[in-house]
Each structure stands twice: as C-alpha cells, then as structure tokens.
C-alpha cells in the first residue's frame, strides 16, 4: 500500500513531469499538424527509445561506481541549476518584467516555423518534423528522467518501492497529458502552468540547496555527507525561506515596475500576470 | 568531415541547451557559489553546522540579485 511518503514522492513528480510533458506535448502537436504525423511520432518514439538507453546507462553508472556525497552534489548542483531558473521566470513573470510562457503562442510560433521550412525528405521521413519532435521530446524527457531518478534515488533509504512510485507518478502525468490533449486536440493552455513551474522551482530548488550542501561533505577531510541541523525538517526551512525570499522580491519588483512604466511605456501594473509565483 | 563537426556541435549544444538553459548566469552563479563552498570545506574555514546556512544564503542572493539585473535590461526583453 500507499505510504504518506510515497504519495509525496508521486506527487511531486507527478507535478513537474507534467510541466514537461505539456512542453514536449506542444511541440509534437505544433509538428504533426503542419509537417505530419508520420515524422512527429517517428520523432518521439526515437526519442523515447534514446531516453530509455540512456537512463539504463547513466542511471546504472551512477549508482554503482559514484559515492552518495559526490551524488548528491552533483544532483544538487543541476537541481539548483534547473531549479533557480524557473523560480527567477517566475519571479520576472510575476513582477511584469517578462511575458507569461504561454503554450497557445508558443505553438503558433511552432507552426510558423514549420510551415516556412523546406522539404527535406530522409529515410521516407519528412526531416524536419522527425528532428525537431525528437530534439523536443528528448529534451523534456530528459528532465523528467533527472527528476525521476534523483527524487527516487534519494527517497530509497525511507520508501523502498520509491523508484517505482517515482516512475508511476511521471507516467500517469505524461498520459496525463497525452489524453488530455489528444481529446482537446489543443496546445494545453488552459494548465496553470506558470504557477506549475513557480511550484515546481520551489520544490527543485529546495531540494538542490538540501543536497549541494550535504554532498559539500565529499570535499571535507572525512569524505562523508554533511548533515543539516533538524536533519530532513531542514527541507521544510529551506522551503520556506525560498517562500519568503521569492514572493518579496516579487512584491519589491513590482513596486520597482510600476514606478518605470509610465516612463518607459513597458507592463502597467494592470497587466501584470496574476498566476505566476503565487501572484494575485 | 562536415557531417562529424556537424553532429559534435549538434551534440555539445543539446546538453548546453539541457544543462544550462537559456539563462547562462544562473548556471554560471551555482557554480560559483559552490566552488567557493568546496574551497571552504577544504579549508574548514567555516564551522560545518553554520556551512548550511552560508551555502543556503549565498544561493538565495544569487537569485535574487539575478532578477533585479534584469531591471536594467530592455523591458519585457523575453530573454535571460
């Protein structure tokens, strides 16, 4: 049965498969309309087939030939990375200083592009729709992989079914996504996904600062992971000063915003974005 | 040859584009941030209980300055 740690663990993939999945879904949707749907799932079985060999190569490496300090820093490290650029998206997003990712434009600018490509054919495969579906699919899938592995890997120790509630919590946000948008037959615009990604670059984010900082314990002279103060209620902390920290800048942003619109004719206080970090 | 300088490029600009996004700061200023912690691990400058703390701040400010630097920049600029 369900475990309360288990059903956090798929929950929170879960959320941030689905940010990707929305993404990945888009592009091949932008593809198949206008190049057709040959090349589109061509593209995204390839790309499925490529994430498969390289999660069961670089996962399995990871775990048996590197220590669990060095892991979890170089884990932390592209969680931060990932992370901080959502959460400062968000941020700019909320405040005015930057327009809302939106998936009805993005999917237009999509379409654009590959109606204005040439024909290329290779291996009976329209080319463009075939590279641009893999490169899309490749590059969200790696994400959720990442995110997989690494909640996964690290909830082990507590749940030891965590990889499978990992994988099952991304799998039903991807088909998630696919049925939703295959009866909408739409981009999925109507998902709150700036708030989705603000969610999400919390949770990234925390979870990297938590790791970066214990695996700094492979450089120190013992070689072991450093330990938090209040051990895992340290993530809980960490959590909320991300809270606190994002929604004032937000707050002192948009103060900063609304004093130069006037003068420099950009966002009025009344187009700011209500959805993104929190904003209301 | 074109073809292998082709698809080398190809393949470093799919894990720049993974890795480091389209906000090439943010991954430069992790970086940073924890070669400097790495340094002060080794010299064991700082005491490992307050380590957390530092790291943690130094991360947050990290964000923080990043997005008022973005004030400076063209407005609505749809960039890093």
């Not at chain 1, 300090?69 to 200083?97: E, V, Y």
């Not at chain 2, 292998?4 to 941030?33: K, P, S």
């Not at chain 2, 400097?36 to 701040?57: C, E, K, M």
């Amino acid at each position: 049965m369900f475990t309360a740690a288990g059903i956090t663990l798929i929950a929170a993939v879960f959320v941030a498969s689905a940010v990707e999945a929305v993404e990945a879904f888009t592009i091949v949707l932008a593809m198949g309309l206008t190049r057709g749907w040959k090349a589109a799932i061509c593209g995204t079985v390839a790309a499925i087939l490529a994430l498969t060999a390289i999660t069961a190569v670089v996962g399995s490496a990871l775990i048996h030939y590197v220590s669990q300090s060095l892991l979890q820093f170089m884990i932390g490290a592209l969680l931060l990375i990932f992370g901080l650029q959502w959460l400062r998206k968000s941020i700019l997003r909320s405040s005015g200083l930057k327009s809302v990712h939106d998936e009805d434009a993005i999917f237009r600018e999509e379409q654009e592009a590959a109606a204005k490509a040439g024909k290329e054919l290779r291996l009976g495969l329209d080319w463009f729709g075939f590279v641009v579906s893999f490169k899309g699919v490749l590059l969200e899938g790696l994400e959720v992989v990442f995110i997989v592995i690494t909640f996964g890997l690290k909830a082990r120790a507590t749940d030891p079914l965590a990889m499978l509630h990992a994988s099952a919590g991304a799998v039903a946000a991807i088909v998630l996504v696919v049925i939703a948008g295959a009866v909408a037959r739409r981009p999925l615009s109507a998902v709150p996904e700036n708030t989705m990604k603000y969610a999400v670059g919390l949770l990234l984010s925390t979870f990297g600062v938590y790791w970066s900082v214990e695996g700094l314990g492979f450089f120190s002279p013992q070689g072991q992971s450093l330990e938090w103060p209040g051990d895992i209620w340290a993530l809980v902390g960490v959590l909320v000063a991300w809270i606190v920290v994002t929604r004032g800048t937000v707050i002192m942003l948009r103060t900063l915003v609304r004093r130069r619109a006037p003068a420099l004719g950009s966002a009025q206080p009344s187009e700011l974005p209500s959805e993104a970090a929190g904003g209301h | 040859m074109s073809l292998i300088l082709g698809l080398v490029q190809g393949f470093f600009r799919f894990w720049y584009d993974f890795i480091v996004g389209d906000c090439w700061e943010i991954a430069a200023g992790v970086v940073v941030v924890l070669a400097a912690s790495i340094l002060l691990v080794r010299a064991q400058a700082v005491p490992h209980t307050s380590l957390p703390y530092v790291v943690a701040a130094a991360i947050m400010l990290l964000v923080v300055s990043s997005t008022f630097l973005e004030l400076r920049k063209k407005p609505a600029a749809d960039q890093c």
